[in-house]
């Protein structure tokens, strides 16, 4: 694996002057457990401390054997069922975890840590780096992480909470990622394994797709060589811009089509000259720019930076002689293969590879494709089939590991 750091490349100015510079990520206090023995990344770099943030729900049982752990995608965090401390808004899997629910907490204890690399409390580009006193965080120092790395990060806050095995690891997206890499580092600490659109690498596609995000940050003049934090600024533009591009590939395009057509906020006069040109004229147009500027205001553009990297890192198959089937080799584990017709991020055709990889390890393995027009954001979304397909694969598990 070819390890370098992220720098930024001379870039013109993003001329757009939509988005206030002075907010900066709110400090929040986050419930966390500290690691002073730290922890050795991958590319060799050993951080003095781990933080991980985290979140649980729902009573652990005597056996401690109803904990699952639920993994975050690229913009998610620890806060799944419940009103986030800093955008007011619901929890962002609300409909999948909670009482009742398919990830039911009157039976299970659920567990959510932010990523390693991550911006709600857990060691992350915002941390005092090594050796400061002064609270000077690493920025664009920081080290590069992957995905393992977060699953270890994971592990040890698992075993910290005095849990040796997990009923279940569960993730969508580049929550998907972990879970995978939870199953094949760790398979003896998971009873079942649920990734949920999601691969087994990460494509030249979606790599592509992440750096045009990562040059709309560079081009912010206000990214200021990673050191905006110095100013007490932020390159917002360059952030809310990375994530308009990304959340366009999370809906599909029949999803775009019914939420918003062609229909215009207003009816303009081009030819009077009474309209802007670049004003809000269409709600697609007007859809976008709020995601990008809500975002920015509960994100950090240097953890952007580093978890899409981590993400652009992972290939499971690259470990293992590109033999993915090798990966999961004698494994125990019970898996569930949950891909949507319309996702053409991390399209079925991936989930489907990862499903044969699985039967040529003899593993105990279900695939199911989801038909929805969602795209790939369905797995957040109010999608019956697939809550109904949750729910049931866990409630079989649960009868075989003795929950019922």
């Known amino acids: 694996m070819l390890w370098r750091r992220l720098r930024p490349p001379a870039v013109a100015a993003y001329a757009h002057r939509a988005m206030d510079q002075s907010e900066t990520l709110p400090q929040t206090a986050h419930t966390h457990a500290v690691f002073e023995d730290g922890l050795l990344l991958e590319c060799g770099v050993s951080l003095s401390q781990l933080v ?6 729902g009573t652990l049982n005597a056996a401690r054997s109803n904990a699952v752990l639920v993994c975050h995608a690229l913009t998610g965090d620890q806060y799944v069922a419940e009103t986030h401390p800093i955008t007011g808004r619901p929890g962002w899997w609300e409909l999948a975890v909670g009482p009742g629910r ?3 907490t009157d039976r299970c204890f ?4 932010n990523v390693l690399g991550g911006c709600m409390g857990s060691t992350g580009p915002r941390s005092p780096r090594d050796g400061a006193t002064d609270g000077t965080p690493w920025g664009t120092d920081f080290p590069p992480v992957t995905i393992r790395d977060m699953v270890e990060a994971q592990r040890r806050l698992v075993e910290h909470l005095g849990i ?14 972990q879970v995978l890499e939870w199953a094949a580092s760790h ?6 394994a649920v990734p949920i659109a999601a691969a087994a690498y990460h494509s030249a ?6 750096e045009v995000g990562r040059q709309a940050i560079f081009a912010d003049p206000d990214w200021q060589g990673g050191r905006y934090w110095a100013s007490g600024r932020i390159p917002a533009r360059g952030l809310a811009v990375a994530r308009m591009a990304a959340h366009i590939t999370y809906l599909s395009e029949e999803a775009l089509t019914r939420k918003f057509g062609r229909r215009l906020r207003r009816a303009p006069d081009i030819k009077a000259g009474t309209t802007s040109l670049f004003g809000d004229m269409f709600e697609v147009e007007s859809y976008l720019r709020h995601q990008g500027s809500t975002f920015v205001r509960r994100f950090d553009a240097n953890s952007y930076l580093t978890i899409t990297r981590a993400m652009d890192y992972f290939d499971l198959a690259a470990e293992h002689g590109d033999d993915l089937a090798l990966a999961f080799r004698s494994t125990a584990t019970r898996f569930c293969i949950i891909s949507f017709s319309s996702d053409w991020l991390f399209p079925t ?6 499903a044969r990889a699985l039967n040529r390890a003899a593993a105990n393995v279900s695939f199911v494709e989801i038909a929805s027009d969602k795209g790939h954001d369905a797995f957040l979304l109010d999608e019956p089939d697939f809550h109904r397909t949750l729910a049931g694969f866990l409630a079989g598990c649960a009868e075989h590991a003795g929950l019922a």
Do not use: K
């Open 52 to 57: 991980v943030a985290y979140r649980t729900y």
């Open 102 to 104: 398919p990830i039911d």
């Open 110 to 113: 659920v567990i959510c840590a």
């Open 164 to 177: 040796s095995r997990l009923f279940a690891v569960i993730g969508g997206s580049m929550g998907g990622m």
């Open 187 to 192: 398979p003896d600490m998971v009873f079942a």
């Open 205 to 210: 596609q979606n790599i592509a797709f992440h």
């Open 349 to 354: 055709a991936e989930s489907r590879a990862i």
